[in-house]
């Protein structure tokens, strides 16, 4: 079994910053991809940003210049720095990884995070 952790959400003013962790525990042989997606009332999950276990990144490109990804691996954890917020970046924050747990490699989700932008 493995659980995936978050904090960091909140309220913030436009322009303002906030950093999400997510911290993964359980039965862990190997984390392959971390990330995290986003999710709007009404709207499919997105991709904001992901890094693979060799450090290799990919944001949305609306969040280019202005989010930062990264991962402690030897926390099995992954942070998402997020600077320049905008009302536009409001929504409820998922993480996620590819884990071995043993048997196989699998998708495992955090219980999402809100980020709430106010103009």
């Known amino acids: 079994q493995v659980q995936l952790v978050e904090s960091g959400g909140g309220l913030v003013q436009a322009g303002g910053s906030l950093r999400l962790s997510c911290a993964a525990s359980g039965t862990i042989f190997r984390i392959n991809v971390m990330g995290w997606y986003r999710q709007a009332p009404g709207n499919r999950r997105e991709l904001v940003a992901e890094i693979t276990s060799g450090d290799e990144t990919n944001y949305i490109d609306s969040v280019k210049g202005r989010f930062t990804i990264s991962r402690d691996n030897a926390k099995n954890t992954v942070y998402l720095q997020m600077n320049s917020l905008k009302p536009e970046d409001t929504e409820v924050y998922y993480c996620?990884?590819?884990?071995?747990?043993?048997?196989?490699?699998?998708?495992?989700w955090g219980q999402g995070t809100q980020v709430t932008v106010s103009s």
């Open positions: 996620y990884a590819n884990v071995n747990n043993g048997i196989a490699y699998r998708d495992y």
